[in-house]
């Protein structure tokens, strides 16, 4: 059925208050979420500092031998043992400069300072640049160890640097991931709980409209779709502005020149981003409309599965499926494509971003402008600058698939489709269950009218039945009476107060209606019967099933009360819902009690058990029953016959009888069956 709950309907595009409504979910969990962005900053800062410890290892340790040194000839603070002489690093006063070169993995001490933008030649143990010669000696490794024990420090003191680091990271980052689904979880159960308290409180005339699979997927599937946004865009968008911010910062720093390289690619990515936002909601909207039809396919189909084998529908109904099914499937495909269009586009642009950078960086290093320590952080830093922009277009997936869904589940929360309680309620001390119907006139849609100006009075303690044949407003009448649906024009009074001036409530506590097709909830029998109403005892509930002949029947089964019931109480035969709907009905002892055909389906056996239950129950209650089988309602003080939405008929069995009318016929009508059954 299409309406106006449905997917396709919605066309608003992403906007601040939307965003705003899902943030006010979050506001009571703002102190973790606060504790959650400082720890990813300073995750993050721990992050963007190793790529510098490394270049400093690479320019200050592991290429430190290209530092200045001097040759003393006795030893001082700070020097190293070379040969018959002494080295110390810097220049110092009274000393021969010195260089160490390497030339093929082998360390050389010059005597004298060479120009390393120049070429140089080693031949024979000296060392010659610009017609220069120098004295050369070749470092032990013991005396290269010695010389550049600094250097070995410093290099161990950045991987232990590093190690604590990552361990610190560690540390923080379960913290912070903890913290962060434990926030998600906590602001996703909030909603679910509102949405279905919600749902909870709607009308029956929502019901009638709307499927209960896409329902399902507004509580389960829509739902869990925010969880996502919650723990992975929400928040973690700060992180990834945290690390393009930090990046594009230490690369100025470091080089402005291979930074502006970097930031040449930041205007194509935002045109990609662009042409992918135009694509990419749309395909997403697509894809939860088509799961919300499969889902309420799925609920109707297994719902119905015992009408779908007996008229042997299974290949029909798997036709209908595999068409829904495959709609879904190309949505996916057509998200997938277009997902897949967009993330090669963005490591082609990285790809390209990093050749320029390879390019320029090697000409700076050999002409002595950049040290490699610096490429080597600027490289580390590109590949972490590009790691937040896939990061940012995954959680736009996200994000536009958040958008969808909390514009369904906004819609469901904003229907008002439901009975509301009056501003300023009348409350009942006592509820006698005198009911009067004023010139009342119901439709369920517009004015397609199912009762037209109907009145009646029902006496406080009177068993009154309702009449007609199927459509005439029957049922409708004993929905309105509950309230579960609004009149549209007339009064219905209980004990002479408007029920549109009670509270729901009150009015629905005073009623107890057994259908024809009693709905038992998982569990066991005991809490079928309770209900959640705690005040209602276990002896209560045993008193109650004696008292409408259940007892005998739940006494044989294996765990007694406390037996395991199936969903709509599926292994129970119909006459068995019936009697424990009955002492569902006692157990609550309500002053009005309703009864809809509510033994139409049921064996003669239980048929017996049944109507001596009813004549107990009865007594001392105001009783409205509606029944096909005219035989089980000769006793009562009053039958109403509807027709066509009107009463034509009022009177006991007898004086309608009599009468010769509508009732008559159709008693005539049973009786000539029951004669020739």
């Not at 020097?79 to 110390?88: A, K, M, P, T, W």
């Not at 039945?465 to 309230?483: D, E, H, N, P, Q």
Request: hydrophobic share 40%; with cysteine.
């Amino acid at each position: 059925m299409e309406n106006h709950f449905e997917e396709d309907a919605l066309t608003k595009q992403y906007d601040s208050h939307l965003m705003h409504r899902l943030l006010k979910y979050a506001k009571p969990y703002s102190g973790f979420l606060i504790i959650v962005v400082l720890l990813m900053l300073l995750i993050t800062s721990m992050d963007l500092l190793r790529p510098y410890l490394m270049k400093n290892a690479i320019d200050t340790y592991i290429s430190g031998y290209k530092k200045p040194y001097t040759i003393v000839d006795t030893s001082v603070e700070g020097s190293h043992r070379v040969g018959d002489r002494y080295i110390i690093e810097g220049n110092v006063s009274g000393g021969q400069a010195a260089s160490i070169v390497n030339d093929k993995n082998t360390y050389y001490l010059i005597e004298g300072a060479i120009n390393r933008d120049k070429p140089f030649n080693i031949i024979n143990g000296k060392v010659t640049q610009e017609n220069t010669s120098y004295n050369t000696h070749r470092l032990t490794r013991e005396e290269l160890n010695s010389v550049r024990s600094k250097d070995i420090t410093g290099v161990k003191n950045t991987a232990l640097y590093i190690l604590i680091l990552v361990v610190m990271m560690f540390g923080l980052n379960y913290v912070q991931i903890y913290l962060l689904e434990y926030t998600g979880q906590h602001i996703v159960f909030n909603i679910r709980q509102q949405l279905f308290k919600h749902v909870e409180g709607l009308s029956l005339s929502f019901y009638d409209k709307n499927p209960v699979g896409r329902l399902v997927t507004r509580v389960t599937n829509d739902v869990e779709t925010l969880n996502e946004m919650y723990t992975s865009v929400v928040v973690s968008l700060f992180k990834d502005i945290f690390i393009l911010g930090g990046i594009l910062i230490a690369m100025f720093i470091l080089n402005p020149k291979l930074a502006l390289i970097t930031l040449a690619s930041v205007p194509l990515i935002l045109v990609a981003a662009a042409i992918f936002k135009k694509y990419d909601r749309d395909a997403y909207r697509e894809v939860r409309t088509k799961l919300a039809r499969i889902n309420s396919s799925l609920s109707e189909n297994i719902s119905g599965m015992k009408t779908v084998q007996i008229f042997h529908k299974e290949d029909k109904k798997f036709k209908e499926f595999d068409n829904i099914n495959r709609d879904y499937l190309k949505a996916s495909t057509n998200q997938i494509r277009i997902f897949a269009v967009f993330r090669p586009v963005i490591d082609l642009l990285a790809s390209m971003t990093m050749a320029v950078m390879l390019w320029a960086g090697c000409r700076m290093i050999l002409h002595k402008d950049i040290e490699i320590g610096v490429m080597f952080a600027f490289i580390t830093y590109l590949m972490q600058f590009f790691a937040p922009i896939f990061d940012l277009s995954e959680k736009y997936d996200i994000l536009q698939s958040s958008m969808a869904s909390s514009e369904r589940i906004f819609t469901l929360l904003d229907n008002e489709d439901r009975i509301k309680n009056p501003e300023n309620p009348k409350l009942m001390d006592g509820v006698k269950g005198e009911i009067e119907f004023k010139n009342v006139w119901f439709a369920y849609n517009d004015e397609d009218w199912v009762l037209r100006d109907v009145s009646f009075t029902i006496r406080p303690g009177e068993n009154i039945a309702f009449v007609g044949a199927t459509g005439a407003g029957k049922t409708s009448i004993i929905s309105l009476i509950s309230r579960l649906y609004d009149i549209q024009k007339g009064e219905i009074l209980l004990d002479g107060v408007n029920i549109k001036h009670m509270e729901k409530e009150q009015l629905r506590r005073n009623i107890a209606t057994v259908l024809q097709d009693v709905f038992l909830f998982t569990g066991d029998i005991k809490s079928n019967i309770r209900l959640n109403n705690e005040v209602i005892s276990d002896e209560d509930i045993i008193a109650s099933s004696k008292y409408v002949n259940a007892h005998g029947f739940i006494e044989k089964l294996p765990h007694g009360y406390d037996s395991y019931v199936n969903e709509r109480g599926t292994t129970f035969s119909q006459g068995q819902r019936q009697l424990i709907a009955f002492a569902r009905a006692i157990a609550f002892n309500p002053p009005i009690l309703v009864l809809d055909e509510a033994t139409s389906n049921i064996d003669t056996e239980t048929e017996v058990l049944i109507q001596d239950a009813l004549k107990k129950i009865t007594k001392g209650r105001t009783t409205i029953v509606v029944a096909h089988r005219l035989s089980t309602i000769k006793n009562s003080d009053k039958i109403i016959v509807l027709h066509k939405g009107k009463i034509r008929e009022m009177g006991t069995h007898k004086e309608l009888l009599e009468k010769g009318g509508i009732y008559s016929n159709l008693y005539e009508l049973q009786y000539k069956e029951l004669e020739d059954n």
